[in-house]
C-alpha cells in the first residue's frame, strides 16, 4: 500500500458516518442478537471453534448484520471481500473466486465474501455462487432485509444456514447511545451535559431498534451543538430526526408506511390507501412487495365476503411483474381502491389460526373410522372407511355425517359473518347442519 493510499484510508476513515466507526472489534462489545452470540448459542460456538459455515443474516437495517461478518471474519482469520449486490455481478464473484484460491494457494488462508444486500442479486447471479460454496473455494456471508423466501433461490438456501437478526430493543439502544457519549475517541464531549434522559430517550424512540440511525443521530445533533452553540431540546431534536426520516424500502420506518397503507384499506379509507401507496412508489419501493402485501390483505381482511378480491390481487402481482414501473402505478392504485372499498371478513384468518392453536395444544385426535382410507388388506380388516356415505348419492349431494373427531364433534373452528358472500355461504351452512 503506497503512502497515497495510506492517506485515503484515514481520510476514509475520518470522513465516515460514527456508526461505521464505532463498530465493535469484539463478539462481547456486540449488541443484541443474544439468541446467537451468547456463549452456548449456535453462531457463539461456531466462532470460538473456527468453524462458520456459509450464512445468510436476516433482519431489519442497524441491527448488526455487517459487523458480525466482519467480526466472523476476523476471529477466523479469514480474507474478506466485500460487495454490494446492488452494484456488482457474476465478474465479481469470478474475480473474488481467483484471488481467494490465491490466497488460499500461497498462504493457505480462507475467504470470506460478504454480500450486501444479496437479495438483490438476480437467479443467475446466485446460481453464480453455488459451485464455489459446494467446492469449498470460499464462504458466503449474505446481508438481506428481505424474506429470503421469496427473494433467495431454494438452490442456495439449501446451501447456507439462515440467521434470523432481530431488531435492538430501547433498552440496548439506550446503553449502546450513552456507552458511544462517553468514548473520548469520538469527540462527543458536548453531549455529557447536554443530551438528557430524557432527550435520550427520544432518540432511542425515533430509532425503532436501528442502532445505525440510533449513533448517526447523536452524531448529527452533536454537530448541530457545535454549529449553533446552542443547547439541545426536545423541539430541536425532533426537528432534525423528523428532516431526517424519508421513506426508505431498506429502512425500518418504511415498515411504519405499509403498515399504515394496510391499516387505511382495513379500514375502508381507499383516500388515506392511495396516499400511503404514492409515498411508497414516490420513495422507490419494489412493486412486487406492495402487490404481495395486497395479496395477503385479500385473503386475511377480506376473504370470503368478496373471493373476488384475491383473484384480483393475484393478478396484481402477475402483472408488476409483466408490466413495470411506470405503469405498475395504475395497476396497484386500482387494486388498492378495489380492496379498501371492498366488504371485510377475517373468519379465514381466524379458522385456521384457531384450529391451528387447537392442534398444537393436542396430542391427536382420533379421526373416525369411516373416514380413512382403505389401502392394504390389512386397513379391510380393521373396517377403514366402512360405513362412508358418498355425498354425490344422497339428494342436494349432502348428507349429514360426523366428519370431526368424535371427542370434539360439536366444536366450531369457522364462523362465517354476515356480509357480501359469506352471507350467503353462512345460509347455506346453517340449513344444510340446521344451526
Known sequence: MNLFEIHKNNLSKKYSPLSSRIRPEKLSDVFGQKHLISKGQFLYEAIKNNNVPSLIFVGPPGCGKTTLAKLICKESKNYMGEIS?????????????????EKL?????????????IHRFSKSQQDALLPHIEDGDFKVIGATTENPSYSIINPLLSRVKLCFLEKLNESEIKKLITK????????????????????IDLIVN????????????????????NNTNKLLSKNIIEEILEKNILYDKNDDYH???????????????????IYYL?????????????????IIFASEDIGLANPQALNLATSTLYAVKNIGMPESRIILAETTIYLAASL?????????????NYINNTSGDEIPINLLNQVTELDKQKNYGENYKYPHDFPNNFIKENYLPENIKNKIFYDPKDFGIEKSIKDRINKLWEK
Open 206 to 225: 425515533y430509532s425503532a431498534g436501528d442502532a445505525r440511525f440510533a449513533i448517526n443521530s447523536i452524531e448529527v445533533c452533536s454537530n448541530h451543538v
Open 105 to 117: 494457494g500461497e498462504y493457505g488462508i480462507q475467504s470470506t465474501l460478504f454480500i450486501d444486500e
Open 85 to 101: 449486490a446492488v452494484s456488482s455481478g457474476v465478474k465479481d464473484i469470478r474475480d473474488f473466486a481467483k484471488l481467494a484460491g
Open 344 to 356: 371485510k371478513s377475517n373468519s379465514s384468518y381466524k379458522a385456521i389460526d384457531l384450529a391451528l
Open 180 to 199: 458511544t457519549i462517553n468514548n473520548k475517541n469520538y469527540s462527543l464531549e458536548n453531549l455529557k451535559h447536554n443530551l438528557t434522559d430524557d432527550l
Open 255 to 273: 415498515y411504519h408506511i405499509i403498515s399504515a397503507f394496510i391499516k387505511s384499506m382495513r379500514g375502508s379509507d381507499p383516500n388515506a390507501a
Open 278 to 294: 404514492a409515498r411508497m412508489i414516490s420513495g422507490g419501493e419494489n412493486p412486487e412487495f406492495i402487490a404481495r402485501r395486497l
